[in-house]
Nanobody
Framework: QVHLVESGGGLVQAGGSLRLSCAAPGRTSSTNAMGWLRQAPGKERVFVAGIVWSNGRTYYADSVKGRFAISKDNAKNTVYLQMNSLKPEDTAVYYC???????????WGQGTEVTVSS
């Protein structure tokens, strides 16, 4: 079992920035991918960004390309999501997740709420 601890959500005005963090102290070699998904009220959970631990390759949803950046700190087993130029449509609960490969998610964090006001 991999425990994920998220932090960094909050309320921000449109155009502002937030940085989310996800610590995975129990991460193992079988969890080579980490990502962020989000779920807006009344909508399905959707992929936002992902990163591969072994090679640092990153992946983004089209809706956040150029505005969001995912990064990792190997020593801290922590992944970050830097969110810039936030829009009201970015409002959602953001979930950190990990698994063997991008798109195959086995473990989830509790979620952190991001609200972008117009």
């Amino acid at each position: 079992q991999v425990h994920l601890v998220e932090s960094g959500g909050g309320l921000v005005q449109a155009g502002g920035s937030l940085r989310l963090s996800c610590a995975a102290p129990g991460r193992t070699s079988s969890t080579n991918a980490m990502g962020w998904l989000r779920q807006a009220p009344g909508k399905e959970r959707v992929f936002v960004a992902g990163i591969v631990w072994s090679n640092g390759r990153t992946y983004y949803a089209d809706s956040v390309k150029g505005r969001f950046a995912i990064s990792k700190d190997n020593a801290k087993n922590t992944v970050y999501l830097q969110m810039n130029s936030l829009k009201p449509e970015d409002t959602a609960v953001y979930y950190c997740t990990t698994g063997a490969v991008i798109g195959s998610w086995d473990y989830w964090g509790q979620g952190t709420e991001v609200t972008v006001s117009s």
